[in-house]
Each structure stands twice: as structure tokens, then as C-alpha cells.
T-cell receptor, first 111, second 113 residues
Framework: DVKVTQSSRYLVKRTGEKVFLECVQD?????MFWYRQDPGLGLRLIYF???????EKGDIPEGYSVSREKKERFSLILESASTNQTSMYLC??????????FGPGTRLLVL | AQSVTQPDIHITVSEGASLELRCNYS??????LFWYVQSPGQGLQLLLK??????LVQGIKGFEAEFKRSQSSFNLRKPSVHWSDAAEYFC???????????FGAGTRLFVKA
């Protein structure tokens, strides 16, 4: 069965802290994605990766960076967390041109 | 630019009633089309997808969707709603050969007894 896991379900951080969100998939998918989800805005793509060490900016990359050192793992980094980054963060993986499989999400609160 | 419109922010239906959730997309060619469901506090789960062929596609949990090229629509339907269907539903498009899936803003479904 397909599985995408995210390191935390809930996270509380302070303004200015560096935050790491980890995502792991067990499907050998090439493509991995990070979205943030806010009420009324749907899912907005932050970054995606189509191969190890490859990354592309999505629609809202400002304030974020990513790392993909291994095929199964895709990390989202908030270099200096701000209150406007309080949100639900969803990771997904997909084979080429296929369905995206989502993790359960991380709800991040920045105080 | 590609876009996906779900015109209804929320819908309330009675248990046992039929359901139709609307989705319109803007894209030059026929993209891949998806419906996902998100239960409270959870990630998204695929309900069904359309890539080509028969324009009426069946999904899980008794859902179906019909692709209408002339209307650029991909509406989701269910003949009889159950209380467990209360969730948020997202329509999405992926351009063929591309990486980026575009999601609609979502429609929240409420089911009343």
C-alpha cells in the first residue's frame, strides 16, 4: 500500500526559528511536492522535485527552501519562520504524470 | 494560465440526497483531471481520475464524474450521500507531460441528518 509520511502532525515554533519539515515516501516515485493549504485558497505549490538533488520553484517559494538528498525523502525548510507561515503543509509524491499521493499534513503554528 | 474553478465554497445536502459538485478548468488542451477528498485533519485522497477514453469515470466510495470537453467541466456526482461523505473536495488538473497539478480552492460538503 502507498505510504507518504510526514515527520510531525503538529508543530509550534517561534518567529525567527529554523524549521524542518520532513516527508518520506515508499513508492520509489520520482516526483515529490510541498504544498501549503490555507482556508479559501486551496493548495498552493511551494516547491517540487523531479529527481534527487533537483528542485523547481512552485507558485509561492519565498521564505522556503527544500532539500532532496535521497529519492524517498523531501525536506521543506523555513529558514526564519514568520507568523504568516502558519499553515497546513502537505507533502505529496507521484510517478511520472500520475496521481499524487499525499501525507497526512503538518499543521504549523508560528508564534 | 491554467486555472481550476470550484464555484461553490460550501454545499449542504441531506443524507440520502444526490450530490453534484462543480468544477471548471481553463486549459488549451485536455488535461488529466482529478477529484480528491480531504477529511478533517487529514491529507488528500484520490477519488477518481480522467486521462482519456470514456468520459464518465467511476471512483471510490460510489462517486463518479463526467468530463464535458465543450463545457470544460468535470463535475463530481453521487446518487445518495452518506454522513461520512462530509469532507472537503478538490478538483485538480495536470497538463499532459507536466509536473504541476493545479488545485481548485475546494468545496466543503456538509451532510445533514
Amino acid at each position: 500500500d502507498v505510504k507518504v509520511t510526514q515527520s510531525s502532525r503538529y508543530l509550534v515554533k517561534r518567529t525567527g526559528e529554523k524549521v524542518f519539515l520532513e516527508c518520506v515516501q515508499d513508492m520509489d516515485h520520482e516526483n515529490m511536492f510541498w504544498y501549503r493549504q490555507d482556508p479559501g485558497l486551496g493548495l498552493r505549490l511551494i516547491y517540487f522535485s523531479y529527481d534527487v538533488k533537483m528542485k523547481e520553484k512552485g507558485d509561492i517559494p519565498e521564505g522556503y527552501s527544500v532539500s532532496r538528498e535521497k529519492k524517498e525523502r523531501f525536506s521543506l525548510i523555513l529558514e526564519s519562520a514568520s507568523t504568516n507561515q502558519t499553515s497546513m503543509y502537505l507533502c505529496a509524491s507521484a510517478g511520472q504524470g500520475e496521481t499524487q499521493y499525499f501525507g497526512p499534513g503538518t499543521r504549523l503554528l508560528v508564534l | 494560465a491554467q486555472s481550476v474553478t470550484q464555484p461553490d465554497i460550501h454545499i449542504t445536502v441531506s443524507e440520502g440526497a444526490s450530490l453534484e459538485l462543480r468544477c471548471n478548468y481553463s486549459y488549451g488542451a485536455t488535461p488529466y483531471l482529478f477529484w480528491y477528498v480531504q477529511s478533517p485533519g487529514q491529507g488528500l485522497q484520490l477519488l477518481l481520475k480522467y486521462f482519456s477514453g470514456d468520459t464518465l469515470v467511476q471512483g471510490i466510495k460510489g462517486f463518479e464524474a463526467e468530463f464535458k470537453r465543450s463545457q470544460s467541466s468535470f463535475n463530481l456526482r453521487k446518487p445518495s450521500v452518506h454522513w461520512s461523505d462530509a469532507a472537503e473536495y478538490f478538483c485538480a488538473v495536470l497538463n499532459t507531460g507536466g509536473f504541476k497539478t493545479i488545485f481548485g480552492a475546494g468545496t466543503r460538503l456538509f451532510v445533514k441528518a
